[in-house]
Nanobody
């Protein structure tokens, strides 16, 4: 069992940057693949980025590639999402998630994740 707590959301002008953090409980954080998802009002939850367990390989949605960067610090039980060049279409609640399956490296489907945080609001204004 792992508990996830996101932080770092807020209001930013278009073109600005934010860094989201996700702190995980437990002693097996390095055994989980981690991901970020987002959900805008009236829309389905969508994949943003994922990072593998130890090597740190990353995978991004096309909509954020080149602007967002996911990273992790296993010593701090944390995963991060650096978001640059934000635009109004990035406005959403952002969730971090953990996948305990050893058969997947960087899952991009929400159903493949086992644990979720409560979310943090990101709003980019024009």
């Amino acid at each position: 069992q792992v508990q996830l707590v996101e932080s770092g959301g807020g209001l930013v002008q278009a073109g600005g940057s934010l860094r989201l953090s996700c702190a995980a409980s437990g002693r097996t954080f390095s055994s989980y693949a981690m991901g970020w998802f987002r959900q805008a009002p009236g829309k389905e939850r969508e994949f943003v980025a994922a990072i593998s367990r130890s090597v740190g390989s990353t995978y991004y949605a096309d909509s954020v590639k080149g602007r967002f960067a996911i990273s992790r610090d296993n010593a701090r039980n944390s995963v991060y999402l650096q978001m640059n060049s934000l635009n109004t279409e990035d406005t959403a609640v952002y969730y971090c998630a953990a996948d305990r399956s050893v058969g997947r490296t960087m899952p991009s489907v929400a159903d493949e994740y086992d644990y979720w945080g409560q979310g943090t609001q990101v709003t980019a204004s024009s």
